[in-house]
């Protein structure tokens, strides 16, 4: 079919190559890559009618804008987008649901361990450390568009507003993650930004459809904070929610697009060329943060002793070192 209008051409004996038939050929090329498309569509759809449970979850995960970009990039470690061979290993088992290999029986908190308790449990600190590297990443692309960008800024205090809602924070010293001015059009106007990352094998997000998972942790944000930063800070909350494949919520789509579009216009490169850097950025991020989670060392065994236990300073005073 987008050979078509060249065979046409060649039996006419036509050597002038006209803008109508590009035209053509580049329809026909739209309409094809179209219904392959839709028949890669349908069959993956048939297929998840008959696997089990575990498996249509994990390929629910993985059919995310953005869940696999890191499985379909060169792998370049300058930019950042390269695994060893355990970690791949470890990223394909996490992608297709399985247990990676040689994981201990039990978590060093004491429970069971299994893939869902791991990306959850706090012990060792790693789900804070996944935040804040996504939180860390944000900003320093705001850096780049936006002025006055400030890190976990503190609200104001309430003093007297009234804030509807028994969820909403009005707590002294709140904080958010990222805070910068001019990101919604207002150079002045304040905009606000919470960042959530959940895990999506969690028992709780797994009892919901994927898309309700994400809604129902961006309402949790939006009732704590919206009103509070609307009412007192007079400026704009964004809940960016994502999950661990590297899927993300409506808010966090449109503040990602709006994002790269900004980047796109001061690098002067193509939007769709920045938005899948930035995309691919926060899938390897996620999936390093993943995998520290399973492969992490959260006890004091394995780790090494503290030889340092008193200031450098009374050391070298004490010995009678000279520098």
Known sequence: RLSSPLVDLILQQNPVYSLDTREEQVKAQSEIRKERLEAVQSAADSLMTTVQDSLRHAMTLAREKGASTWLTSLPLEEHGFSLHKGAFRDALALRYGWLPSNTPTSCACGKSFSVEHALSCPTGGFPSLRHNEIRDTVSAWLSEVCSNVSVEPHLQPVTGEILGGASANTEDGARLDVAADGFWGGRYERA???????????????????????????????????????????????????????????AANVCYKRLASMLSDKWDQPYSTTLAWMRCKLSFSLLRSSIQCIRGARSAAGRPSRDITLPVDLMVSEAGLHS
């Open 192 to 250: 606000f930004f919470d960042v959530r990352v959940f895990n999506p094998h969690a028992l709780t997000n797994k009892q919901q459809c994927l898309a309700s998972t994400y809604r129902r942790h961006e309402r949790e944000k939006m009732r704590a904070y919206e009103q509070r930063v609307r009412e007192v800070e007079h400026g704009s909350f964004t809940p960016l929610v994502m999950s661990l494949s590297g899927g993300v919520g409506n």
